[in-house]
């Protein structure tokens, strides 16, 4: 079964930067798009960030500007560089991938960690 591991959230003072990783179990060639989910209290679910094996990324718009996706294929491993982190970032990001498997995407998911911004 494949797994997706997250690491480096936590909690960080306005202005702050962290740094998301998420390694997945298999290698990330197989992976068609990874990236990170995030939900905050009471709102719907928005993709921080993605980035699919060809290299194509995508923000949130609030996060343009202030998050770095990036890819180490040999580490099986994606990165979301947050910056200049605002309180309205907190959320429970959670890793997700979608995995070609015999013509068919599956859908992978990571637990889920919680990043507060707050002073």
């Known amino acids: 079964q494949v797994q997706l591991v997250e690491s480096g959230a936590g909690l960080v003072q306005p202005g702050g930067s962290l740094r998301l990783s998420c390694a997945a179990s298999v290698s990330i060639s197989s992976i068609v798009v990874m990236g990170w989910y995030r939900q905050a209290p009471g709102k719907q679910r928005e993709r921080a960030g993605m980035i699919t094996n060809g290299g194509k990324i995508t923000y949130v718009d609030s996060g343009k500007g202030r998050f770095t996706i990036s890819r180490d294929n040999a580490k099986n491993t994606v990165y979301l560089q947050m910056s200049n982190l605002k309180p309205e970032d907190t959320a429970v990001y959670c890793c997700?991938?979608?995995?070609?498997?015999?013509?068919?995407?599956?859908?992978?998911w990571g637990q889920g960690a919680q990043v507060t911004v707050s002073s």
């Open positions: 997700y991938a979608a995995r070609l498997v015999e013509d068919e995407l599956i859908d992978i």
